[in-house]
Nanobody, 126 residues
């Protein structure tokens, strides 16, 4: 089992940058596939990015591709989402998620993840 805590959200101007962190507890963090999702008011939770257990491979939603990057430091049990060129449409509560296993493909549905953080708010002013 793993517990997740996001941080780094806040208010940023249109075009600005933020870095989100997701700190995990659990001795086997390295064996989890990790993902980022976001949910805006009145909308469904949507996929943002996922990252392989090693951090060597990442996958992004088309809407953020080229603007967001993701990485993980298994020694620190922490995952990061670097967001650049933020737009008002990126405003949402951002969640990190984990699923056990090293993974063999990309996991883009929230139903494929077993553990979730509490979320961190990202607001983008226009």
């Amino acid at each position: 089992q793993v517990q997740l805590v996001e941080s780094g959200g806040g208010l940023v101007q249109n075009g600005g940058s933020l870095r989100l962190s997701c700190a995990a507890s659990g001795r086997t963090y390295y064996s989890y596939t990790m993902g980022w999702f976001r949910q805006a008011p009145g909308k469904e939770r949507e996929f943002v990015a996922d990252i392989s257990w090693s951090g060597a491979d990442t996958n992004f939603a088309e809407s953020v591709k080229g603007r967001f990057t993701s990485s993980r430091d298994n020694a620190k049990s922490t995952m990061y989402l670097q967001m650049q060129s933020l737009k008002p449409g990126d405003a949402a509560v951002y969640y990190c998620a984990a699923r056990p296993g090293y993974g063999s493909r990309w996991y883009t549905s929230p139903y494929e993840y077993d553990y979730w953080g509490q979320g961190t708010q990202v607001t983008v002013s226009s």
